[in-house]
């Protein structure tokens, strides 16, 4: 996060508390509390694409655990605080263990079964005192100086909102953001490359508890009173509400949808029953109306969309200070010289066809195998087997002497197999840099805790180093800084190959690596491979342009109905009478 904003809405934030009256001061103080529970709701949303209807109820577990534990067992406020996050994270954890594994609405429909259970226990629970609430919150007091005042409750707040800020940014900018983000529109990508999507999602889940605990802590001591009400379902839908209006994919549209949803609120509420003449929730409807608009004309961006433009990241220059990321022990398994990928009677079948009936070839050392065969053959169902999305029902998949066909898709990138796919699969959204990196992922090791602090910074470094190095190869570091999805096709392609390369793998798969591209592209990605060979890397690819193929292969794998056909050459293939039976329907 820039320093510059960070400085200026301290400064505002500063001028702002010594000279607004108490009112203005109240409802700043409400937007604080409602942007953290926001900002949760953008990394939850925006950034994993998990709806949650049960942030409030988090909100209300960490205000109801710092009022029983300083009311009821008189412990600080401070103690409060470390209860109602434990809490709610436990909460999290066990609730995320059990609905983060569910897809579709399924998801949403039961953080909603959360929201509810958890409002109607805050209301019949004794101990909460029903839907009367808890009065006598005692006041937070720093160094002996109680924050009774809005001034001073208003310091705390921003404070908290802004630190959760540049935690929030910090984390999104390291490895483990970057994996973050990859999650909602390219979870296949991220596996692929040794990311547990499910274990982040859980993390994220837990992390945007913690923001709401932190409000509800705040809240309580603030209004010095809980009662249900404030945690109930439409709560949580407002938070939702908030996010789509500010921006869901901006840790600024938090804020900037919180500003804009209580001010309006605010206002809403004064000014309605004048024009409609009678009382009533009736904000609720202009709410509605105004989410129908915005989506229609700005979509996920919301306000902070239109407020800021797409800033682009600042180009990087590769230096040798920057270190290396270590690399595979490969020396002492070279010097068999034996096959590298061996494929064993591989059969897959799907209900009662079988796609593949017992492949068996290997893929030697420094050499480029291509599979080929007409449509429907079994090409993508072998390629998937051979990459770990598939579980082969029968057969062996050995990576030099290990087994890997049981492993789960992760582990195959951490044995040395790399991947493109057919139809390309970047994160939108990120920089070509940043798409690169995510290849080098399982090369590090580093938690959350430590990226949201920014400790990872020489981690960081290498990573970059290794993103460029790679860039460089497929002659792509001039536009790293530039947004993926905006480059062509041919492009796309090379960034995938650059960021399979960053896994610094023993064997690379492409998926149909020419589809689409032009005859010049063809001949450069051709010159690439073979490059990619002489220095030392094996080459497994599925493909349709048989001309590719042909010049580039040492051997061709021919797949029909399921089966190997033939194997050879490209000479001989070309020219074999059962090649030209499968393509053309009848020999040569
Ligand atoms: N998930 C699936 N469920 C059921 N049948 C499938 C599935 N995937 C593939 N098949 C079938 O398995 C056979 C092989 O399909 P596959 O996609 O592997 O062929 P292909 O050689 O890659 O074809 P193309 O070149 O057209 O992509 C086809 O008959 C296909 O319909």
């Known amino acids: 996060m820039s320093r510059v904003v960070l400085l200026s809405v301290l400064v505002v934030l500063v001028v702002l508390g010594l000279s607004l009256p108490a009112y203005y001061l109240n409802v700043l103080n409400y937007v604080g509390l409602y942007g953290l529970v926001a900002l949760g709701v953008v990394l939850l949303t925006g950034v994993?694409?998990?709806?949650?209807?049960?942030?409030?109820?988090?909100?209300?577990?960490?205000?109801?655990?710092?009022?029983?534990?300083?009311?009821?067992?008189?412990?600080?406020?401070?103690?409060?605080?470390?209860?109602?996050?434990?809490?709610?994270?436990?909460a999290a954890w066990f609730i995320g263990m059990i609905t983060l594994r569910l897809s579709g609405h399924y998801l949403p429909l039961s953080t909603m079964a959360w929201g509810l259970s958890?409002?109607?226990?805050f209301g019949t629970i004794e101990m909460l005192g029903g839907h009367t609430g808890i009065s006598g919150v005692p006041p937070i007091s720093v160094g002996g100086?109680?924050?009774?005042?809005?001034?001073?409750?208003?310091?705390?707040?921003?404070?908290?909102?802004?630190?959760?800020?540049?935690?929030?940014?910090?984390?999104?900018?390291?490895?483990?953001?970057?994996?973050?983000?990859?999650?909602?529109?390219?979870?296949?990508?991220?596996?692929?490359?040794?990311?547990?999507?499910?274990?982040?999602?859980?993390?994220?889940?837990?992390?945007?508890?913690?923001?709401?605990a932190l409000s509800g802590w705040l809240y309580a001591h603030m209004l010095r009173f809980v009662n249900p009400s404030p945690f109930d379902l439409p709560a949580s839908i407002e938070y939702l509400f908030m996010v789509v209006v500010g921006g869901a994919s901006s840790l600024w549209g938090a804020v900037i949808g919180a500003a804009a949803l209580t001010g309006l609120q605010e206002f809403l509420q004064g000014a309605l029953p004048g024009i409609i003449g009678q009382a009533g929730q009736y904000e609720t409807i202009v709410f509605g109306l105004l989410i129908i608009v915005l989506l229609q004309f700005n979509g996920e961006r919301g306000v902070s969309g239109w407020l800021f433009k797409q800033v682009q990241p600042k180009s990087y220059a590769l230096q040798t200070q920057d270190g290396e990321l270590p690399r595979r022990a490969r020396d002492a398994a070279r010097a068999d010289g034996g096959p590298l990928l061996r494929l064993r009677g591989i059969g897959k079948s799907f209900g009662g066809l079988r796609a593949l009936k017992a492949v068996s070839f290997d893929v030697g050392q420094k050499e480029i195998v291509s599979i080929i065969g007409p449509n429907g053959a079994g090409k993508s169902t072998l390629f998937n087997c051979i990459t770990g999305v598939l579980r082969p029902d029968e057969g062996e998949?050995?990576?030099?002497?290990?087994?890997?066909?049981?492993?789960?898709?992760?582990?195959?990138?951490?044995?040395?197999?790399?991947?493109?796919?057919?139809?390309?699969?970047?994160?939108?959204?990120?920089?070509?840099?940043?798409?690169?990196?995510?290849?080098?992922?399982?090369?590090?090791?580093?938690?959350?805790i430590s990226a949201a602090l920014h400790l990872e910074r020489d981690q960081e470094k290498q990573l970059r180093a290794e993103a460029m190095k790679q860039l460089k190869r497929v002659g792509l570091d001039n536009v790293q800084h530039m947004d993926a999805a905006s480059l062509s096709l041919g492009q796309q392609r090379l960034i995938e190959i650059a960021r399979a390369l960053c896994a610094d793998p023993e064997i690379l798969?492409?998926?149909?690596?020419?589809?689409?591209?032009?005859?010049?592209?063809?001949?450069?990605?051709?010159?690439?491979?073979?490059?990619?060979?002489?220095?030392?890397?094996s080459i497994l690819l599925v493909e349709h342009d048989m001309g590719f193929v042909m010049g580039l292969s040492n051997r061709i794998v021919v797949i029909n109905y399921g089966e190997k056909l033939v194997e050879g050459d490209p000479a001989n293939v070309r020219t074999d009478p059962r090649v030209i039976q499968a393509y053309l329907g009848t020999a040569a």
């Open 118 to 121: 958890a409002y109607y226990l």
């Open 48 to 90: 994993a694409g998990v709806t949650s209807f049960g942030q409030a109820a988090f909100v209300g577990l960490g205000a109801y655990t710092t009022a029983v534990a300083t009311i009821h067992f008189e412990l600080s406020p401070w103690i409060g605080l470390l209860l109602a996050v434990g809490l709610s994270a436990a």
């Open 397 to 448: 998949l050995f990576l030099r002497d290990k087994e890997i066909s049981t492993q789960n898709v992760r582990k195959f990138v951490q044995k040395g197999v790399a991947r493109t796919f057919q139809h390309v699969k970047l994160v939108s959204g990120m920089s070509v840099l940043e798409n690169t990196m995510l290849g080098a992922h399982i090369r590090v090791a580093g938690g959350t």
């Open 509 to 537: 798969l492409l998926d149909e690596p020419a589809a689409g591209l032009r005859q010049l592209e063809k001949q450069k990605l051709a010159s690439l491979l073979q490059d990619l060979r002489e220095d030392g890397l």
């Open 145 to 212: 100086f109680e924050l009774t005042s809005q001034m001073a409750i208003f310091g705390l707040i921003w404070v908290a909102l802004l630190l959760a800020l540049v935690l929030s940014a910090n984390l999104l900018e390291s490895r483990i953001g970057r994996a973050m983000r990859s999650i909602k529109t390219a979870r296949q990508t991220a596996e692929s490359f040794g990311i547990d999507t499910s274990k982040l999602r859980l993390v994220i889940f837990v992390y945007a508890s913690i923001l709401a």
